[in-house]
C-alpha cells in the first residue's frame, strides 16, 4: 500500500510516495505561502498533491504546531501565522479522497528515526533545529504525544528568564534564541536582516560575530539537552533539522555538552533520515494506525 505523505513546515511544504518499504516513488516541495492563512495553505497544498493522490492509498501529514484530534494549531503563530484552528485533516481528507491521519512533524521524525534504531535503544529524544525547534521524545519504545498533542514541544522551554520573547508568547524559549529565526533576530551591525544560513557561513570564514551567534546556538541546545537527560533519562539524543545538520554544529554542541556534569551528558547522533524524517515517520505511524 502506498502512502501519500506530506510535511507542512514553517519555510517548506513537501509531499512524496512512499511504498511499505519506506522507498520514494516521487517526491514534491513547494515554499510554505508567505501569507500562512487557512486559504493560502489549502491552495497550495492542493497544488502539491494534485499530482501524486491518485497513486496512493492513504494520507500521513507531519506538519509543524500542535495536532489535536486533526486540527492544527500553531504554537508559535510566527511559524505558521493565521492557523488557530486549521482543520487540517479534513481538509486534505477531502482533497484526496483517501483516509488520513496528522501528527507533529518532530514528532513523527522522531518515530522515523528511533524505528532506524530500534534494535539499539528504547529511549530516545529528536530534537529538530531549523525555522523553529521541535522535538519527540520516545520512552520505552513508544512515541509520546500527549492528551494535547503537546509532548515533545521542548523548544519551549525555558533557556533564559532574561531572554527574547518567543513568538509563542514566552520569554526566553530555546526556540527564540537557538532556531534559524532566533539566530537572524540577533544578528545586528552588518549581519542584520541575515538568515541563518548566511550567518553561518559568515561563522565559517571567521566572522566573529557569526561565530558568536552560532556558538550561542549550540550552547542553548546543549544546556536543553542536559535537561532532557534529567527528565527522561534517554539513551540518545538525534539532531536535525537544517541548523542541526549544518557543518560542524553537533560537534559544537557536542563540545559543549561536554561542559556539563557526565550525568547529564548522552549520546549525539545525526539525524539517518536527514531532511525526509517526517515524512519517513507520517508514512510509519500510517501503517501502524490503517495497515
Sequence with gaps: MTTLAIDIGGTKLAAALIDREMNILDRREMATPAS???????????????????????VAIASTGIIQNGVLSAINPENLGGLAHFPLVEVMARLTALPCIAVNDAQAAAWAEYRSLAAEVSDMV????????????????????????????????????????????????????????????????????????????????????????????????????????????????????????????IELVSTFLGEEPKTYRTQLLAARHQHNAGLFGAALLAQEAMP
Design 126 to 249: 529528536f530534537i529538530t533545529v531549523s525555522t523553529g525547534v521541535g522535538g519527540g521524545i520516545v520512552s520505552d519504545g513508544k512515541l509520546l504525544v500527549g492528551t494535547g498533542g503537546l509532548a515533545g514541544h521542548i523548544g519551549h522551554t525555558l533557556a533564559d528568564p532574561n531572554g527574547p520573547r518567543c513568538g509563542c508568547g514566552r520569554i526566553g524559549c530555546v526556540e527564540a534564541i537557538a532556531s534559524g529565526r532566533g539566530i537572524a533576530a540577533a544578528a545586528k551591525g552588518e549581519l542584520a536582516g541575515s538568515d541563518a544560513k548566511t550567518i553561518f557561513a559568515r561563522a565559517t570564514q571567521g566572522h566573529p560575530q557569526a561565530n558568536a551567534l552560532k556558538q550561542r546556538s549550540a550552547q542553548t541546545l546543549a544546556r536543553l539537552i542536559a535537561d532532557i537527560k534529567a527528565s527522561t533519562d534517554c539513551q540518545c539524543v538525534v539532531i536535525g533539522g537544517s541548523v542541526g545538520l549544518s557543518e560542524g554544529y
Design 36 to 58: 500562512k492563512t487557512q486559504d493560502a495553505l489549502q491552495g497550495c497544498l492542493a497544488g502539491l498533491v494534485a499530482p501524486l493522490t491518485t497513486r496512493a492509498q492513504r
